[in-house]
């Protein structure tokens, strides 16, 4: 085993990390919901509706996204593997998310730039989930079959501990904690000038997000080397021929399908908890900026501890057990979100002015941050056990397609909810069904995984 060349892969996950925790959940996120809510309310809809319509927007945005990943992302892979070239896809990928994150900068405090600030959201999270495919695919060649959950739940756990990190930098430097101040966590004001009346503090986390990527894909780049690529004849038709192949095959393959359903769902639960976990406390129990990013550090740091300790798992049990117990983890969690509100848990009545909610969500929000890493670094381990030998990207394009196949429907299951209710807090009850689905499938997975019995093309 390459200790340096693992340690370069691990780096993408340190450098992509940001994207999910300061864009996706923690910081743009909220603060999208929040500048979008105060839009529409300026434009003549009520408080309650204003909040609805900024939550399925935000959802929108996931929903068009998760399409275009299930499609592409397969076809994709298999053109890779027939080719035998993976860096030159990630590269590419790698300037589309960079220039896509500095576009977030563009939202302003009146609601300028929102729709052209969530397509290029959009774009970007397309761009970090391709480049997240091939660095996948990568995973088998690291190491043994013994070791391969230990690299994945240590890659995964260094990732958060990126976005802890980068989270920290953020509040301390620029986020401004203190919105009538416009100071920062520490008392300052925004570092290089930045204007805190147009919100400039919280905006950078765009280009913040770019520049942090550049920076740490380049021990990636410098140490992650592919041995030379055995170029299979027939280009784009051949590797669509393997891909039909490789998806027929799938139906013959009870555990491979089963997985692959399984985590299409699961997964997709989890995309939605971290897409709308933010807003939901902006939006449900009135959550500051500052107390959502210290919800985020909570979490964060959660994930970076339980991911690693859940490697340790995998690579003694296997990563089913692993799985199975954090959808339990989750079930827990979506069923306390929804049956809580400011002023009542699951219908009983609090205190005026209790602050038991924010307690139980802090809560929540680590058990989401722990168990989500956790399955995440799991799910890419179980893959492997069902990764046919030679066509690891194109694998991974099947995981992919699972876990974005129905990403459209959580999105628009809360979307659809929300407005049906006129609840962010209701509209989040549809995740609970789609973690059952998942656990019933999971029962049908060989913990084995079942790649040995594949014939290799």
């Known amino acids: 085993m390459n200790k340096r060349r693992v340690f370069g892969w691990m780096c993408f996950d340190w450098a992509a990390q940001p994207y999910y925790t300061l864009g996706l959940t923690f910081i743009f996120g909220p603060y999208f919901a929040g500048v979008a809510a105060d839009f529409f309310l300026t434009n003549g809809l009520s408080e309650e509706a204003a909040d609805a319509r900024a939550q399925s927007m935000w959802s929108l945005g996931q929903t068009m996204a998760g399409l275009v990943i ?36 563009h939202l302003l405090p009146n609601g300028s730039g929102l729709w052209f600030t969530l397509y290029a959201f959009s774009l970007g999270f397309i761009a970090a989930e391709f480049a997240l495919i091939f660095t996948n695919a990568q995973l088998p060649s690291l190491g043994g079959r013994e070791a391969i959950g230990k690299i994945s739940g240590s890659g995964a756990s260094f990732g958060y501990w990126g976005g802890v990190l980068s989270l920290f930098i953020m509040l301390l430097f620029f986020f401004e904690a203190n919105d009538t101040a416009g100071t920062t966590l520490i008392g300052t004001e925004p570092a290089f000038g930045l204007n805190p ?42 590797a669509l021929s393997d891909l039909r192949a490789s998806i027929s095959s799938v139906f013959k393959r009870r555990s491979l399908a089963s997985f692959l359903a399984s985590s299409m769902f699961y997964r997709d639960a989890l995309n939605a908890l971290y897409g709308f976990g933010g807003v939901y406390a902006r939006l449900v129990l009135d959550w500051s900026l500052t107390m959502i990013a210290v919800f985020g550090i909570v979490g964060a740091v959660t994930a970076g501890i339980a991911t690693y300790i859940g490697g340790m798992f995998d690579s003694r049990f296997g990563p089913k057990p692993v799985i199975r117990v954090c959808i339990w983890v989750l079930m827990l969690v979506c069923t306390i979100i929804v049956g809580m509100t400011r002023e009542s ?23 989401i941050g722990g168990a989500g890493g956790a399955v995440y670094a799991a799910s890419r381990t179980m893959m492997v056990r069902h990764a046919t030998e030679g066509r690891p990207t194109e694998a991974f394009g099947l995981f992919a397609l699972s876990g974005k196949a129905t990403a459209f429907l959580a ?16 509209g989040v009850s549809p995740v609970i069904g789609l973690f059952v689905i998942g656990l019933v499938l999971l029962t049908f997975v060989n913990p084995e995984g079942d ?7």
Do not use: H
């Open 70 to 105: 299930a499609f592409l992302g397969p076809v994709l892979g298999a053109y890779a593997d027939s080719t035998g070239r993976r860096m030159p896809w990630i590269f590419g990928f790698s300037v589309v998310y960079v220039i896509s994150a500095w576009m977030m900068w």
């Open 197 to 238: 009346e147009s919100r400039e503090g919280t905006r950078v986390v765009g280009p913040f997000i770019a520049i942090w990527y550049i920076v740490f894909m380049i021990p990636y780049f410098l140490w992650v080397r592919e041995s030379k690529p055995v170029v299979k004849q027939g280009g784009i038709g051949a």
């Open 345 to 367: 848990l699951f219908g009983l009545p609090l205190a005026e002015g209790s602050n038991l909610p924010d307690i139980i969500f802090y809560l929540c929000g680590a058990a």
């Open 411 to 426: 999105p628009a299951l809360i979307g659809i909810f929300t407005l049906w209710t006129q609840s962010p807090r209701l």
């Open 451 to 457: 790649a040995d019995t594949t014939e290799t093309r």
